[in-house]
């Protein structure tokens, strides 16, 4: 405990600190949710339709009576799944993509790099739309889409510490010691570039969390019954004014969650 | 000292990255012997770099052109397949940079660095034996502490010290020949001194080559064999080191000696 609080005392990185606090809060009422929820996210309840909230229902409930808080636990899971899953296709084939162009240039880094112009040239939204209207709609697909519109943006930044690092000496020297081209490209300079990775993947994790939440307003996300932040959100808009708490709390935890890990990269960033 | 290690037989670079192709090596001719130190000298741009490079095939293979043979061994380095290039780069042919401190991976420990070589051409030899040798080499670099290196990051390590954990793994596979491009320039005086001595009784203790490059005379007198002397990308002069240095023929080589600074105390 002492040297918990010593190392806290060094380091006092308040964004951090506060970063990795609001996330924790966060993912444990989801997990709280996987086992226990005040009421079933689809019981609805005709008697408490757009009721607000009170003790039987903290934060109130939606148009077919449901209880909104039980809907935000879900929903922070699949948001929170989607986001995740998003991240880290992005994150993978983005190295992939961006080590093989940063590291032998040339040719290839021409090929996949005007690809990757092309597909930067969407906006990501755009993008997803696209995919999910040829693949069609359902949580895997929207992961799917939501990863491959992430791919440009890692692709682009991994690339770019690539072409740095790999002019340094100690990229030399490992090739001179008879390294191939994949030990060098993962075992010696992979490590290297983790810093900046770390916090591109915190704000991709961000981005994909507005985007879930963007594709499910536009209604082509999670689809009903399950819940989704987004989802939610969409939902609410048509009784903005007879039940603002409907819209009120699925967009705070959105915030919160934003705000969580913007934090927690700020915060390691700074480490 | 009858084997040949190395041969360069009419050697030359030429770059093609603008409008006009550019020579920056030209007719270089010279050969090495087992256990024998050369030092190469020549001011900035005089070409002694590139050759080292392309002895140790760190040239790019675009942009340039290259011509002539480097013989180690007698196989040409030069038209050599690439896997068989790589199986000597590292085993056979190692090599010591000019800066110690971005010459060694940062996210790497020491240690490891170290074994890299092993790791990678003899994969055979078990991770205790592995651990051992490097543990001997950092030893043999004269750390005082071999087991602390070892789990060190390099940014715990000093200059003088990051380079003599580059020399423990440039000489952990029992190369035949090393290549130390400058690799005194970034350190002090009194550090410099220590590595030059280290690698001396490398030399002596272990029969290896030395292609010692550096712009700085004295240095190249107080450690070489023989020396090459280099300009504008040709060989000025070629010699043993006391010829060189007692008996200049060439001009250039007479005003390289004469420029050099003389401490009076």
């Known amino acids: 405990m002492k040297t918990i609080r010593e190392w806290i005392k060094k380091h006092r990185n308040f964004n951090f600190f506060a970063g990795a606090g609001i996330t924790s809060l966060i993912l444990l009422v989801a997990l709280v949710g996987i086992f226990y929820t005040p009421y079933a996210s689809t019981e609805m309840n005709a008697a408490a339709k757009n009721a607000a909230p009170s003790l039987q229902h903290i934060m109130g409930c939606d148009n077919y009576g449901r209880d909104i808080f039980s809907r935000v636990m879900e929903g922070i899971r699949n948001t929170f799944f989607i986001s995740l899953a998003t991240v880290a296709i992005g994150t993978f084939a983005g190295i992939l993509v961006g080590s093989v162009c940063g590291y032998f240039g040339g040719l290839p880094d021409d090929i996949l790099m005007r690809v990757n ?99 499910s307003y536009l209604g082509i996300g999670v689809q009903p019954p399950e819940a989704s932040l987004g989802r939610m959100l969409s939902e609410a808009q048509s009784y903005l004014f007879t039940a603002p708490w409907y819209a009120l709390f699925p967009g705070l935890v959105i915030v919160l969650m934003v705000l969580g890990f913007a934090l927690l990269a700020e915060g390691m960033t700074e480490e | 000292m009858a084997e040949t290690i190395l041969e360069v037989k009419d050697f030359g670079i030429e770059f093609h990255d603008h409008d006009r192709p550019e020579r920056v090596v030209e007719h270089v001719d010279f050969s090495l012997q087992k256990g024998e130190i050369l030092g190469i000298v020549g001011e900035s741009g005089s070409g002694k770099s590139m050759t080292a490079l392309a002895i140790a095939g760190l040239l790019p293979r675009k942009k340039l052109r290259k011509e002539g043979q480097i013989l180690f061994l007698g196989e040409d380095l030069m038209t050599m397949e690439r896997k068989k290039l ?98 005194t320039t970034a350190l002090d005086v009194t550090v410099q001194a220590q590595i030059i001595r280290l690698l001396l ?50 001009e250039y080589t007479k005003h390289l000696i004469a420029a050099i600074p003389q401490v009076v105390l």
């Open chain 1, 117 to 215: 112009d092309a597909l930067f040239a969407f906006p990501s939204i755009l993008l997803a739309l696209v995919i999910i209207s040829l693949l069609g709609t359902g949580t895997i697909n929207v992961v799917l889409a939501l990863g491959i519109a992430f791919i440009p943006s890692f692709a682009r930044i991994v690339r770019s510490e690539y072409k740095k690092q790999v002019t340094l000496d100690y990229v030399q020297s490992a090739r001179l010691m008879g390294a191939g081209h994949l030990r060098l490209i993962f075992v010696h300079i992979l490590p290297n570039i983790v810093p900046v990775l770390l916090s591109s993947v915190m704000i991709g994790f961000n981005n994909a969390v507005l985007a879930e939440a963007g594709l």
């Open chain 2, 86 to 183: 790589r199986s000597l780069q590292g085993d056979e042919i190692s090599m010591i940079f000019q800066e110690p401190m971005t010459a060694l991976n940062p996210t790497m420990r020491v240690g490891m660095q170290v074994e890299e070589a092993l790791r990678i051409h003899h994969p055979e030899v078990s991770a205790e034996e592995r651990k051992r040798r490097a543990l001997a080499w950092l030893k043999n670099v004269e750390m005082d502490d071999p087991e602390r290196v070892y789990e060190a990051y390099p940014h715990e390590l000093s200059g003088g010290m990051r380079q003599r954990v580059m020399i423990a793994a440039a000489m952990v596979g029992n190369p035949q020949l090393l290549i130390a491009d400058e690799c």
């Open chain 2, 201 to 250: 009784e490398i030399n002596q203790k272990e029969q290896v080559s030395v292609l010692f490059i550096s712009h700085d005379l004295s240095l190249i007198r107080q450690i070489s064999h023989r020396v090459i002397v280099m300009q504008l990308g040709h060989i000025v002069e070629q010699g043993d080191v006391e010829q060189i240095f007692n008996a200049p023929q060439e």
